[in-house]
Structures are given as structure tokens and as C-alpha cells.
């Protein structure tokens, strides 16, 4: 018999013979079964209280039942890059944390990882692509399970429903789409100027916004200072050229003249809204902003001092009596496009500065007998003939101070009795003018710089091709005029990528732009090309050319259209804007149109000429709406001296002749005319990757029947994706054919992305790193009219209220996704 007496000890005796478990024994058994030990005290209590003290009474394996988790994941799903997925776990059971990996297929960045649902945005491909992601849940105790759901990708689309040709008094958009004005003429740039009345009363515009908004960069800030943050994009530094004015708006009462001579006052205003804008903008909970008192913001106008470099610096044809030595100039006019330099500059081109100079008869007979004869035919080769009177009637101005000479400097006519070398007046001004001029953004004490290495000419812009380590790098140009030519600079010194980071920027522009050989396009009839150099002593550059005697390379860049004559470079129908494919390297120009382009002078690479009926009574007749062509360098290297061509697109409204009109077999959704701004999305975000996104702008008057001018997304394809075409032109001036290369239609591959507003040119765009705000400028709504005769009431049109009172003004606009998304894709 067993002794079951118990003796009272104060506790301290086993009085449990039942035989049950102890804590400690469920917890090593657990364990053990389990083979792991984590967690400490808390997370064995945890997983033991969890598990049998809530629970209820069972065995150990109910208690690892109990304590399982489940997840699932859904179903696989497919998108196109570019869009914001979801992923949405699901887990039950006991879990206690979740997570979301990557499995395979190209990175993508997740947000919200540790959570049922995460996003990320679907990469750029080239083909249908899967990417495999994993969902956890994990117990306490670390037990965990899995599920895997695959999203395949393919590639990019333009997602959006084409906006209607129409000619309403605002900017459509497609549905889905947000448009925010941010910057418009008259805007003050500080906190001194007050705001503007529109009314024609303003003044100082020099802290102002100028007109006619065209070629346009986004730089990235750090969150504060003036630091550069070239992945920023919700604070930056917007840089836009105002390339010209509608001065009808800029007077209470329009442009006045007092017996021939014009008013101090209205000719300043005038000038001081060209150049250029630099302001600060930010984005807020709801809208981006510019920030009026920026130490940042900054306006360059024709009065701004500024410097030349490179091989033309100092030369005698750039003295003058504000510069006797030809470094210095003094201010910038008609820019037009642009450029983002690499290394966090702003390019602006001079474009159509001929025209604001007077030279009066007599002046050549002057040049002869100084000695200047060889510039009697550089001036008129560039558009500045005698009995020019030049725009806007600047020189006549008797200014208050009259040792001024703001107004003096935009007559050339040689003074007879001065100094043969040009210091005692402005002969020599226009050849200071023609230039892309580089501006560092982020310092408002730096001196812009003349970048005379790249040639003078009706720069329209300026355009690197891709960067490679240890190449020398290329800088795409057009010269926007009739018959005239596209040109690359090629540097002297190889690109280290260092320098995109540098602190001295506009030194790494000395060490880029200003030693190189500049080169002119001539393109054959079998779609090859070559880019031939513009050396002095090379080939008919010399001293003894009959058509003109070079002196030396600075000659050669300061007369680069004669020099393109004499190479025999091929005349194009007015190159435009010029943009690189960041994937491929390949290089598209805008040939806007050519109303001298006829049947007997069409050619490969401009093969239309037509007549093109208006609406609306009359015609425009020649290339009348343009086309966009494409290079592909040799080797795909931007040294390469030859290269490839085809047309990727030619403008022309839907209804025209499909055989020798509207050879791209544009239909209502993607017909256009005269291309002009042109601009790849950015490599930092889907839309410039892989299948890069192109935007197209339209400056026209031929199409304007019908429509507004336009904006357009395209995915294009590869240089000779097309086939080979004879076509037959018929004008008045008489009939011929032409064969040329015409790229693969683009049928849903392009599509009309924006409508502007009554009058205007869509001009000028870029945008934030994250590609998700868009900037687009608006040019001279209704400029037809004037105070009396409004045609335009935009950008007070815009909120839907109207205003007919009101005058209209240049502005910039950013377009967003309502959803937050990329913009176009």
C-alpha cells in the first residue's frame, strides 16, 4: 500500500502526483516538436496562452493546428508598364506580421512591403513580361506560410482616349487629366513687383514674366537651399525662353509712334519681355506653384551681360563700342528651343534674331571701304539686308539718358566717319547674335556664356545625345529657316561621367562645348548620310573660296551657313527642334513645312509638294504640312560620320491623299500639321525607358481651320521600320515624283494628347524625374487681336468662367493624372 500521508512543510512539498505537465514541459515539448526556440518569456507566453489558456483543452497537435496561418494572393494579372499595381494579400490564422517580395522578373521598387497590399509601378519591357512576387504571414512563434501571384507586364501603351481636334478657347486634355496654370506673362518674380493688372499698364518687366513661353527644363532642388537634386520633383528650378511678344497686348492701347519715333517707356517694356525665365516652383498637397519670392528666380533679357567662349571669343567681327575687345555681349533674343545639358545647365537658342536689325542703304558701300566687304554677303546670307528697319521700331527711340545705347546697339549700319574695327558703333552687333547660350540655373550671379564652338545660325535648339563613358559626346541642332540644314557638334574631349555631378557647371561646359568640329547633314537618295565638317582649311573652307574667303575657324563658325553652302550640305524643309530616343540614340528633327519647296526641288528627304485646300477659302501650297524625320548614327555612336535616315512621320490632315499626301495614313486621332516642339520623356521613369514616350507640338497655320494647335504622345519605332515610296507632287509651279523612306505607319502608336486655346503655338515641355508632371507652354493665345478686338480670352478661359474682357496671356501649364499616375502611358 502506498503512504499518501502528507506532512504540512509551509509549501515547500510536491503535493501534485496527478501526473500533468508543467509549463515548462508544454513549452520544451512545443518547442521541440516545432524545432526551434525564439522569442524569450514574452513570445512563450504569448504562444502558449494563445494557445491553450484562449483556446480551450486538446492534445499538442490541436494546439499546432490552431496555431497555423494561411495566405492566399489571388489570381495572376497582367497590365502595361508604367501602371500602378496593387498586390493584395490575404492571411488567416494566427499571423502576426506580413510582407511582400520580389521574386523574379526585372526589379521594381514595392511600396508598403510590410502590409496585406503593396504597389509598385510596372517596369519598361520590350515583350509581354512576368514578374513573380511572394506574400508571407508569419505567427509569433515564426511559423510562416507562402503564396506566389505573378503580374505579366508588357509593354508601354498610350492609355488615354484621343482629345478631339476642335478650336475651343481653352487646353483639352483627355479624361483623367488635371491642368493647372503656373506661370504667366506679367507674373512678378519678387515680392516688390506688384501683381500684374493686364491691362497694358504694367511695367518692369525684367521682374516679370516674359511673353511668348517656348523651349522649357525642369531642375531638380534639394527639399531646402539651392541645392542640385537632379531626382527631385516636387521642388525644382523651371527654365523657359520667351522667345518673342505680341505687343498689341503690352500697351493700354497697342504699340504708339510720335512722328516716326517710338516711346522709351513701351520699347524697354518690349525688350525686357524676351529672353529668359528661371523661378522656383514647388508642389503642394494639390497643385504646383512658382514661388514668387525665390532667391532663385531670375529674368535674362537682350540687356543681360554675357560672355563668349570658344573659338570666336574676341574675334574682330564681334567688337563693338559696348565691347571692343568681342568678349563680352550683352544680352539674348528669340529663343526658342532649348537644351538640358547633362551636367545641369540650361541651353537656350537664338533663333530668329535677324529681324530685330536695321541696316539702311548706304551701310554695304561703308564695309567696302573700311575693308569689310566679305560682310556685305555674311549679312545678307543671314537675313539683314539693307533697308531692314528691324522690329519694333527700337532704334528710333531718343532715350532720357543719352549716353544710352540699349536702343543703339539693334542698328548696324556702319557710321562713316567711325572706327574701321566697329568699337565706335554697332556694325558688328549681329554677330553676336545666333548663338545657343548656356545658363547655369542654380547660381543667379553666374554670366550666361555665348558657346561660339556650335556655330551661328537660327539656332532652334540644342540637343545631347546619349552620354557614354569615354565617347565623345554629340549636340544635335536645327537652323529654323527655309532650306536650310541640321548640324551636330562632336566635342574634343571624351565624356566622364563624373562631370554630370560637378559643382563648377558651367566649367564643364568650357571643357564640352568649347573644342569640337562642327558638322552639316547631307542626306542621300538611298536613305544613308554624312555628316560633313565644318574646318577651316578643309576641303573649299579656305581663304581663296570665290563664294567666300574664310579667314580662319572663327570665320568659318560665325558664317556656318555659308559654310554648309559651300560643303554642299542638303537644304531642308525648316529644321526645328531636334530629340534623341534615350533608348536607341537615334536622333528626330521637326521640318515644320516649306511654302518654297515645289515639285522640281523635291528630294528624298523632302519629297512632298501640294496644294493643301483650306476650309475655309484659299490654300497653302508647297511642303505645307511638314514631317518629322530620323537619324540613326553609324555604329550607333554619337562620333559616327555617317548615318542612316527615314521620315517617321509626315504631317497632314486625314482627309488628303493617302498615295502622295498623307503617306503616314494619319486618321481624326493623329492628324497634324507643321511639327515643331519635339521631346522624349525622361530615362529616370518608365515613360523614357525601353519604348520611350515622344511628344509633338504643332506651330501651324495651314491646319488651323480645322483645329488648334496640338499636342501629340507617340511610341515610335526604329530608323527603316517602313518601306520605300514613289510619290507624285502636283502644284501649280508644275508636276514630278519623288522616292523617299517613309517609316511604318504609326497608327495607334500616336495620338493627340492636348488642344490648345484660341490662336496660340503649343511650344516648350519637359518635366519632374518621376514623370509625373508634365510642363507645357502655352504661346501667344489669340494673337490676332488686340485691345479693341480680343480673340482670345486664355488662360481666364480656362476655369470654365467667362471672360471675355479679359487679354490673354502666354502661360505654363502642368498637366497631372488625376490618379497620380505617369503622364501618357
Known sequence: M????????????DTDRSGNQHLGDLIAKRYSRRQTLRGGLTAMTTAVFGGVLLAGCGDDDDLLTRDSVTVTTGSAAATTAGKTVTLQGTASGTAQTVAWTQVSGPSVTLANTNSATATFTAPAVSSATPLVFRFTGTTGVGDSATADTTV??????????????????????????????????????????????????????????????????????????????????????????????????????????????????????????????????????????????????????????????????????????????????????????????????YATAEENWAGYFRRDTGDAAVRVAAGQATQNGALTRYGIREGNRGNYGWTTVTPVDASSTVFRKW????????????????????????????????????????????????????????????????????????????YKFVSSTPWTAADASAADRLAVGDKYLDAGTLYVAKMNADGSGQWLPLLFGQGALTSGNTTYPFADQADVLINARLAADIVGATPMDRPEWTAVNPATGEMYCTLTNNSSRTPARADAANPRAYVD??????????????????????????????????????????????????????????????????????????AGQINPVMWLQTDDGAYTDVTNNQMLAAIPGRVGDGATKTITNTTPAGSGTATTRVGKAPGATLKRFLVGPKECEITGITSTPDGRSLFVNIQHPGEGG????????????????????????????????????????
Not at 493647372?180 to 493686364?198: F, K, S
Request: net charge negative.
Open 2 to 13: 502506498t503512504d499518501t500521508t502528507f506532512l504540512y512543510d509551509d509549501g515547500d512539498i
Open 786 to 825: 488686340g485691345p479693341t478686338n480680343i480673340t482670345s480670352s486664355w488662360p481666364a478661359s480656362q476655369s470654365g468662367t467667362p471672360a471675355t474682357s479679359s487679354r490673354p496671356r502666354s502661360a505654363t501649364i502642368v498637366i497631372t493624372r488625376e490618379d497620380g499616375g505617369l503622364v501618357g502611358i
Open 613 to 686: 485646300p483650306k476650309t475655309t477659302g484659299g490654300q497653302t501650297v508647297g511642303n505645307a504640312n511638314g514631317h518629322v524625320i530620323r537619324l540613326r548614327e553609324n555604329g550607333d555612336t554619337t562620333e559616327a560620320a555617317g548615318f542612316t535616315w527615314d521620315i517617321y512621320a509626315f504631317g497632314s490632315g486625314s482627309d488628303l491623299n493617302k498615295d502622295n499626301i498623307n503617306l503616314s495614313g494619319l486618321d481624326d486621332s493623329n492628324d497634324f500639321s507643321s511639327p515643331d516642339g519635339l521631346w522624349f520623356s525622361l530615362p529616370s521613369n518608365v
Open 411 to 486: 542698328n548696324v549700319t556702319a557710321t562713316a566717319d567711325g572706327a574701321a574695327d566697329g568699337t565706335a558703333d554697332f556694325r558688328n552687333e549681329a554677330f553676336q547674335y545666333g548663338w545657343i547660350v548656356e545658363i547655369d540655373p542654380y547660381n543667379p550671379g553666374s554670366t550666361p556664356r555665348k558657346r561660339t564652338a556650335l556655330g551661328r545660325m537660327n539656332h532652334e535648339g540644342v540637343e545631347p545625345g546619349r552620354m557614354v563613358a569615354g565617347v565623345r559626346p554629340a549636340f544635335y541642332m536645327g537652323d529654323d529657316a527655309q532650306n536650310e540644314y541640321i
Open 152 to 345: 505579366t507586364v508588357s509593354p508601354a501603351t498610350l492609355d488615354f482616349t484621343a482629345v478631339a481636334k476642335n478650336r475651343n478657347d481653352l487646353v483639352t486634355v483627355p479624361a483623367g487629366y488635371r491642368v493647372t496654370i503656373l506661370y504667366r506673362l506679367g507674373d512678378p518674380i519678387n515680392g516688390a513687383t506688384p501683381a500684374y493688372a493686364n491691362d497694358g499698364s504694367d511695367t518692369n518687366f525684367a521682374a516679370r514674366a516674359g511673353d511668348h513661353h517656348d523651349g522649357m527644363s525642369f531642375f531638380g532642388l534639394a527639399a531646402s537651399g539651392a541645392t542640385r537634386d537632379p531626382g527631385a520633383s516636387t521642388r525644382g528650378l523651371l527654365v523657359l525662353n520667351h522667345e518673342n511678344i505680341t505687343e498689341s497686348y503690352l500697351h493700354p492701347n497697342g504699340q504708339t509712334t510720335t512722328g516716326g519715333v517710338r516711346p522709351e517707356g513701351e520699347a524697354i517694356k518690349e525688350i525686357e519681355a524676351h529672353g529668359v525665365s528661371v523661378i522656383e516652383v514647388t508642389r503642394g498637397a494639390s497643385a504646383w506653384n512658382y514661388v514668387q519670392t525665390s532667391a532663385l528666380n531670375r529674368r535674362i533679357t537682350p540687356n543681360t551681360p554675357t560672355a563668349f567662349s570658344g573659338p570666336a571669343s574676341g574675334n574682330a567681327a564681334l567688337r563693338t563700342a559696348y565691347s571692343k575687345d568681342g568678349t563680352q555681349g550683352r544680352g539674348t533674343i528669340n529663343n526658342c528651343a532649348n537644351g538640358t545639358m547633362p551636367w545641369g545647365t
